[in-house]
């Protein structure tokens, strides 16, 4: 099992990666969207990874209230300074909640009955709920990562070349 500093790591990492597109793309490309169907800004990508944080790590696994407008979060746009300050209180408050996290116990909110199809049996536990909090930040990531590329590339930009753990300058994975 993993422990829960190894948990915040990774997920960290992944928050880190995503406020540094949106700290690097500034106000207005981070609120811009690709011009692909259906594509999200790195602005409301965020936004709704911030929205998973709280929603399925706040209130789910610790069991506090919390308001969501999930429809809301792909729409939004904002100043990347805002955002960032939103990002530093989501992750203290969802740290605070992995902290008393325990991950065989059964969440102590309620997952609504809409998302059952979706979700499935397996996802009444504390643990599995952690789970799906990182699987969209490591999703949404690299979606962030194709949105930098193509919105600098639409203004005439070269995305950055990203040397680091998940790869080389030549983008094979070292792992």
Same mark, same amino acid.
């Given at each position: 099992?993993?422990?829960?500093?190894?948990?915040?790591? $990774?997920?960290?990492?992944?928050?880190?990666?995503?406020?540094?597109?949106? #700290? =690097?793309? %500034?106000? =207005?490309?981070?609120?811009?969207?690709?011009?692909?169907? %259906?594509?999200?800004?790195? $602005?409301?990508? @965020?936004?709704?990874?911030?929205?998973? &944080?709280?929603?399925?790590?706040?209130h789910? !696994?610790? %069991?506090?209230?919390?308001?969501?407008?999930?429809d809301?979060? $792909?729409? #939004?746009?904002?100043?990347?300074?805002?955002? @960032?300050?939103?990002?530093?209180?989501?992750?203290?408050? $969802?740290?605070?909640?992995?902290?008393?996290?325990?991950?065989?116990?059964?969440?102590?909110?309620?997952?609504?009955?809409?998302?059952?199809?979706? !979700?499935?049996?397996? &996802?009444?536990?504390?643990?599995?709920?952690?789970?799906?909090?990182?699987?969209? @930040?490591?999703?949404?990531?690299?979606?962030?990562?194709?949105?930098?590329?193509?919105?600098?590339?639409?203004?005439?930009?070269?995305?950055?070349?990203?040397? %680091?753990?998940?790869?080389?300058?030549?983008?094979q994975?070292?792992?």
């Open positions: 099992m993993i422990s829960k500093d190894d948990y915040l790591y $990774f997920v960290n990492d992944a928050l880190d990666g995503m406020t540094a597109i949106v #700290s =690097e793309l %500034g106000d =207005e490309l981070a609120n811009r969207r690709p011009d692909l169907p %259906g594509a999200n800004s790195a $602005f409301a990508l @965020l936004t709704h990874c911030l929205g998973v &944080m709280t929603y399925w790590g706040v789910l !696994v610790a %069991g506090r209230e919390v308001e969501r407008d999930r809301a979060e $792909f729409v #939004s746009r904002g100043s990347v300074a805002d955002l @960032l300050d939103q990002a530093r209180q989501v992750r203290h408050e $969802f740290e605070r909640a992995v902290a008393g996290a325990d991950p065989e116990a059964v969440l102590r909110g309620t997952v609504p009955p809409e998302w059952t199809p979706d !979700v499935g049996p397996f &996802m009444q536990r504390q643990g599995a709920a952690l789970m799906h909090v990182y699987e969209e @930040l490591a999703q949404h990531r690299g979606h962030m990562e194709l949105t930098r590329d193509l919105v600098a590339r639409s203004v005439g930009g070269t995305p950055p070349v990203e040397v %680091g753990r998940q790869g080389g300058e030549d983008g994975d070292r792992h």
